[in-house]
């Protein structure tokens, strides 16, 4: 009878036991769920705010008078390119339009075709896409051309264009090269910088 109850108390001292930590494990396990749930959430506001932001041109204030013109009387060994009556020449990775007796620098329109990348571009992946950015302008392959294209929120780039320029938007610094917007950020202890928007000339 004695080795019965001592055999019966064992038994239900082994069943609280367990019980008690499967219990501690749910409760563990409950909050792990919950806080990557709320990260997730988090993140997924973030992306979804940010997915298709076009900055009306009046919104914007640039920190400098006037917009920078970099202008030059001669450009040696251009090439002519021409697209939808717009005539650009490139030379030294950069575009130019003519006016006025110079050749100023310009970003070529959304759509303009090339058939060899600038050597100086770089890959950018984001979402799975592949973007290729020189000095700014940002391209996707179509066939065996490459296309101008407005990147996607979130793209995240490590240096801008020499010519960028500082504004203001609702009380913010942000940088603008070609009607892209980028905003200053950290990654994995790096300064770069995220396009946040696209401006939108009124």
Known sequence: MKTFIKTLVLLTLFMVAVSTQVSAQTRRTTTTTNKTEKTTRTATAKSNSNTSRRVSSKQITYKTPKKKVVAVRNIPNRIPISFKGQNYYYANNKYY????????VIAPKIGFRIKVLP???KRVRFNNYNYYNANGIFYTQVNNEYEVVDPEIGTVVYELPQ???KVILNGETYYEYA???YEKVQVDGTRAYEIVGIIEMD
């Open 163 to 165: 010519d960028y320029e």
């Open 97 to 104: 339009t003519q006016s006025r007796g110079s050749y100023i």
């Open 119 to 121: 050597t100086n571009y």
């Open 179 to 181: 009607n892209i917007l």
